[in-house]
């Protein structure tokens, strides 16, 4: 499978981002999704997860009630809706199952850039 991300970008703090992923070859209601990100010198690490259901939704405690994950699965998406951003949110944004690569051949896309920053 792969993971195209999509919807990044430089934004204020406070402002709001929708990061979008589509994948390909695997169909997301089969399985366990999820988020994750890297900031510099730091390990990637998960920021929201959804069952294969689309329920038992998951958020680490950085974005609780800031940030929303949902999908589309008529169109193969994921989705990372964003708000009152903090220079800490500041990473190269993932999508992947999880946990990741979970079907045979997958591996990471190339993320998506967010920076948070005045």
């Known amino acids: 499978a792969q993971f195209a991300e999509s919807g990044g970008g430089l934004m204020q703090p406070g402002g709001s981002l929708r990061l979008s992923c589509k994948v390909s070859?695997?169909?997301?209601?089969?399985?366990?999704m999820g988020w994750f990100r890297q900031a510099p010198g730091k390990e990637r690490e998960a920021v929201a997860t959804?069952?294969?259901?689309?329920?038992?939704?998951y958020y680490t405690d950085d974005v609780k009630g800031r940030f929303t994950i949902s999908r589309d699965t008529t169109k193969n998406r994921l989705y990372l809706q964003m708000n009152s951003l903090k220079p800490e949110d500041t990473a190269v944004y993932y999508c992947?199952?999880?946990?990741?690569?979970?079907?045979?051949?997958?591996?990471w896309g190339q993320g998506t850039q967010v920076t948070v920053s005045s």
């Open positions: 070859s695997g169909a997301i209601s089969t399985v366990p």
């Open positions: 959804m069952a294969y259901r689309g329920d038992n939704i």
């Open positions: 992947n199952t999880n946990p990741p690569n979970l079907w045979t051949g997958s591996y």
